[in-house]
Nanobody, 124 residues
């Protein structure tokens, strides 16, 4: 049974860093795309980044380009999101999800198997 578990969230000051992890079980990620999404209170869930687990190609939302880096460890069946220079507007619950079609786009339509999310709060 597919299961994705996020971890690594927390409270950080503006300009700080966090690394989120998305650990998969129940299937092999090799032929999947793993996406990170976030949802702030009162807002729709938005795509942040995606990585193609087979080819390593990566995609980012404009709002996080140059600050966030997505990476994978196929041996550990885990995807990471390194978040640098965090801003208050990055505050949200962060989720990971899987697409069987690689990274077709940063929209929730293409993804499933959502994890429970991990809270990221950027505040002084």
């Amino acid at each position: 049974q597919l299961q994705l578990v996020e971890s690594g969230g927390g409270l950080v000051q503006p300009g700080g860093t966090l690394r989120l992890s998305c650990a998969a079980s129940g299937f092999t990620l090799d032929y999947s795309g793993i996406g990170w999404f976030r949802q702030a209170p009162g807002k729709e869930r938005e795509g942040v980044s995606c990585i193609n687990m087979r080819y390593g190609s990566t995609y980012y939302a404009d709002s996080v380009k140059g600050r966030f880096t997505i990476s994978r460890d196929n041996a550990k069946n885990t995807v990471y999101l390194q978040m640098n220079n965090l801003k208050p507007e990055d505050t949200a619950v962060y989720y990971c999800a899987r697409s069987r079609a690689g990274c077709p786009g940063l929209t929730t339509t293409y993804f499933g198997g959502w994890g429970q999310g991990t809270q990221v709060t950027v505040s002084s």
